[in-house]
Protein backbone atom coordinates (compact mmCIF):
# COMPACT_ATOMS: atom_id res chain seq x y z
CA UNK A 1 0.00 0.00 0.00
CA UNK A 2 1.53 3.29 -0.77
CA UNK A 3 1.32 6.71 1.21
CA UNK A 4 1.87 10.39 0.44
CA UNK A 5 4.34 11.97 2.19
CA UNK A 6 4.67 15.45 4.00
CA UNK A 7 6.07 16.70 0.65
CA UNK A 8 3.06 14.66 -1.66
CA UNK A 9 5.34 12.62 -2.64
CA UNK A 10 4.63 8.60 -2.50
CA UNK A 11 6.36 6.61 0.03
CA UNK A 12 6.18 2.52 -0.73
CA UNK A 13 6.33 0.11 1.68
CA UNK A 14 8.21 -3.19 1.38
CA UNK A 15 8.08 -5.85 3.11
CA UNK A 16 10.51 -8.43 4.09
CA UNK A 17 9.88 -12.21 5.37
CA UNK A 18 13.22 -13.21 6.40
CA UNK A 19 14.06 -16.12 7.95
CA UNK A 20 16.91 -17.29 10.17
CA UNK A 21 18.11 -20.40 8.50
CA UNK A 22 17.34 -23.48 10.19
CA UNK A 23 19.68 -24.87 12.32
CA UNK A 24 21.09 -28.73 12.47
CA UNK A 25 22.61 -30.81 15.51
CA UNK A 26 25.74 -32.50 14.71
CA UNK A 27 25.34 -36.12 16.63
CA UNK A 28 28.81 -38.36 17.57
CA UNK A 29 27.28 -41.60 17.96
CA UNK A 30 28.86 -44.22 20.25
CA UNK A 31 30.85 -47.50 18.85
CA UNK A 32 33.17 -49.83 20.69
CA UNK A 33 36.37 -49.48 18.13
CA UNK A 34 37.24 -46.20 17.97
CA UNK A 35 39.41 -45.31 20.47
CA UNK A 36 38.34 -42.01 23.30
CA UNK A 37 41.58 -40.33 22.54
CA UNK A 38 40.46 -40.35 18.89
CA UNK A 39 37.11 -38.80 19.62
CA UNK A 40 38.60 -36.24 21.54
CA UNK A 41 40.79 -35.37 18.62
CA UNK A 42 38.03 -35.19 16.39
CA UNK A 43 35.95 -32.51 18.62
CA UNK A 44 39.12 -30.79 18.60
CA UNK A 45 40.40 -30.19 15.72
CA UNK A 46 37.01 -30.50 13.52
CA UNK A 47 34.74 -28.65 16.15
CA UNK A 48 37.29 -26.84 17.90
CA UNK A 49 36.04 -27.69 21.30
CA UNK A 50 38.79 -27.55 24.71
CA UNK A 51 39.90 -30.28 25.54
CA UNK A 52 37.89 -30.11 28.92
CA UNK A 53 34.83 -29.92 26.56
CA UNK A 54 36.33 -32.31 24.19
CA UNK A 55 36.73 -34.95 26.94
CA UNK A 56 32.88 -33.98 28.34
CA UNK A 57 31.58 -34.51 25.27
CA UNK A 58 33.50 -38.04 24.43
CA UNK A 59 32.62 -39.59 27.68
CA UNK A 60 29.09 -38.39 26.86
CA UNK A 61 29.00 -40.23 23.43
CA UNK A 62 30.54 -42.90 25.90
CA UNK A 63 28.08 -43.66 28.24
CA UNK A 64 24.71 -42.48 26.62
CA UNK A 65 25.13 -44.00 23.68
CA UNK A 66 25.52 -40.33 21.61
CA UNK A 67 25.96 -36.57 22.19
CA UNK A 68 24.87 -33.70 19.90
CA UNK A 69 28.34 -32.33 19.68
CA UNK A 70 27.70 -29.05 17.67
CA UNK A 71 24.68 -26.49 16.37
CA UNK A 72 25.13 -25.31 12.99
CA UNK A 73 23.61 -23.91 9.50
CA UNK A 74 23.34 -27.06 6.86
CA UNK A 75 26.33 -26.45 5.19
CA UNK A 76 28.34 -26.21 7.86
CA UNK A 77 26.84 -29.45 9.58
CA UNK A 78 27.34 -31.69 6.92
CA UNK A 79 30.57 -30.34 6.09
CA UNK A 80 31.96 -30.74 9.67
CA UNK A 81 30.15 -34.55 10.03
CA UNK A 82 32.00 -35.25 6.51
CA UNK A 83 35.30 -34.41 7.73
CA UNK A 84 35.00 -35.94 10.83
CA UNK A 85 33.60 -39.16 8.84
CA UNK A 86 36.70 -38.90 6.67
CA UNK A 87 38.95 -38.62 8.76
CA UNK A 88 38.00 -41.33 11.04
CA UNK A 89 37.40 -43.80 7.78
CA UNK A 90 41.30 -42.47 7.21
CA UNK A 91 42.28 -44.41 10.67
CA UNK A 92 40.11 -47.00 9.70
CA UNK A 93 37.64 -46.61 12.81
CA UNK A 94 34.15 -46.84 12.16
CA UNK A 95 32.92 -43.80 14.26
CA UNK A 96 29.67 -42.48 12.82
CA UNK A 97 28.45 -38.68 12.69
CA UNK A 98 24.69 -37.79 11.92
CA UNK A 99 23.35 -34.61 11.04
CA UNK A 100 19.68 -33.94 12.39
CA UNK A 101 17.23 -30.86 11.96
CA UNK A 102 17.01 -28.46 15.47
Do not use: W
Not at 62 to 91: C, I, P, Q, W
Amino acid sequence: MAQKDSQGGIMERTRLNIKVPRKYKVILVNDDFTPMDFVVMILTVVFHKTEPEAEALMLAVHNKGKAVVGLYTFDEATSRAVRATRMARNEGFPMRVKCEPE
